[in-house]
């Protein structure tokens, strides 16, 4: 089975395993190397959570520059 959770930029791999940990304490996850026994239910906690939080950081940054699209 492929992994299909391959970055569009791979630069941006240590600050999403940051963003992983940092959410995964907010909601008293502990996340460890091996994560095989998290919960199914922990998992998709901390998945929402960090796409809510990228949402957010692409809102802000359009938000700051929405006269620069064309129409």
Same mark, same amino acid.
């Given at each position: 089975m492929a992994n299909n959770n391959t970055l569009a930029?791979?630069?941006?791999?240590a600050a999403m395993d940051q963003l992983k940990?940092? /959410?995964a304490q907010e909601?008293?996850?502990q996340l460890q190397a091996y994560n095989g026994n998290l919960a199914?239910?922990?998992a998709g906690s901390i998945g929402g959570n960090i796409t809510k939080r990228? /949402?957010?950081i692409a809102e802000q940054q359009l938000s700051?520059?929405?006269g620069n699209f064309r129409r």
């Open positions: 930029v791979p630069q941006a791999k940990y940092e /959410v909601l008293g996850i199914t239910r922990d990228l /949402v957010q700051g520059s929405v």
